[in-house]
């Protein structure tokens, strides 16, 4: 399989779901997503994939609908083994818990660093990220400045003050 450029992703999931595989591909200089396969009421993925880019469109009733990058190297299994070594199924958040505006990162492995170019850059590094609900847009100066006045209104003066904005020379 190393030499073949075939490697695997396994994940499990916490109930049954409809899921779609893309791998990206360059086309007119741009990484776009390619259907690979679809499968229908799976709640365990075992796939062995060329080497590459790809994402899991994850679709359960009831559930978010949740999109899952990962990456496959050479002889390297993907699976959903973060740093406690311990397998559990990834958490597809209820749909009624996400607002509109609010989309859900699933946990994961994922790259930093590596640009040598970069002020102060870091080497390239693998880390874990649990997953997490980021707002869909920025947020605009008025309610950020909603939110430091809120923890200066509950008495968390030094919090509110740590988030003030400061000029960076």
């Not at 450029?5 to 396994?10: A, L, M």
Request: hydrophobic fraction near 35%; charge should be negative; include cysteine.
């Amino acid at each position: 399989t190393y030499l073949s450029g075939i490697s695997r992703c396994t994940l499990t999931l916490p109930t049954f779901a409809d899921v779609t595989v893309e791998r990206f591909e360059a086309q007119h200089k741009r990484l776009t997503p390619q259907v690979v396969q679809r499968l229908e009421r799976v709640d365990k993925l075992s796939l062995e994939l060329p080497i590459g880019s790809y994402r899991l469109l994850i679709n359960a009733e009831g559930r978010a609908p949740v999109c899952y990058p990962f990456y496959l190297e050479r002889g390297v299994e993907w699976d959903e083994l973060g740093p406690s070594g311990v397998h559990t199924p990834l958490p597809l958040p209820l749909k009624e818990s996400l607002a509109p505006w609010e989309r859900y990162v699933p946990r994961g492995w994922f790259y930093a660093g590596g640009d040598p170019e970069a002020p102060f850059g870091l080497a390239e590094q693998a880390l874990w990220a649990e997953g997490f609900v980021i707002g869909a847009q920025h947020i605009t100066h008025g309610e950020f400045l909603a939110f430091i006045n809120d923890l200066h209104s509950q008495g968390r003066h030094e919090e509110a003050t740590q988030w003030c904005p400061r000029e960076q020379a």
